[in-house]
């Protein structure tokens, strides 16, 4: 009866060990997959196209294109792999009736957070 709760104590700890590893990407160390969330300072009706980029240093991680015939409803999100440490989030936003588009950038830390929210301040 021991050894057999001795091999369960001991398989729980191993499972254990590697669903810690596999949530936290050993300990943020390694990219996992997280959830960018973009809160911008425009009119969510008026906006017809968005350009999102996640970026580590010189290195694009992740970029998408939206368009939306009648403005988005809620906040745009992305997901894209990554490791604690600083990112950059660069978004260009088309309005309704403006010709040329409105770029965001912010600096974040994604920590070891599943969700990121960015808050984009105007240029």
Same mark, same amino acid.
């Given at each position: 009866?021991?050894q057999?709760?001795?091999r369960?104590?001991?398989?729980a *700890? $191993?499972l254990?060990? *590697?669903?810690?590893?596999?949530r =936290?990407g050993?300990?943020?160390?390694?990219? =996992?997959?997280r959830t %960018? $969330?973009?809160?911008?300072? /425009?009119?969510y009706?008026? %906006?017809?196209?968005l !350009?999102l980029?996640v970026?580590e240093?010189a290195e694009l991680?992740?970029r998408?294109e939206?368009?939306? *015939? *009648?403005? #988005? /409803?809620g !906040?745009?999100?992305i997901k %894209?792999?990554? +490791?604690?440490?600083?990112?950059? +989030? #660069? +978004?260009?936003v088309?309005?309704?009736?403006a010709g =040329?588009? %409105?770029?965001?950038q912010q600096d974040?830390?994604p920590?070891s957070?599943? =969700?990121? $929210? #960015?808050?984009?301040k105007?240029?």
């Open positions: 009866m021991k057999r709760s001795g369960f104590l001991a398989m *700890a $191993v254990g060990g *590697a669903l810690l590893f596999w =936290t050993l300990f943020g160390l390694l990219p =996992t997959d %960018v $969330v973009w809160r911008f300072p /425009v009119s009706g008026e %906006v017809r196209k !350009e980029q970026w240093d991680l992740k998408e939206q368009r939306f *015939a *009648a403005g #988005i /409803v !906040e745009p999100s %894209v792999p990554l +490791a604690k440490g600083p990112h950059r +989030a #660069i +978004a260009m088309w309005l309704m009736n =040329t588009p %409105v770029g965001f974040f830390d920590r957070d599943e =969700t990121v $929210v #960015i808050d984009m105007k240029p």
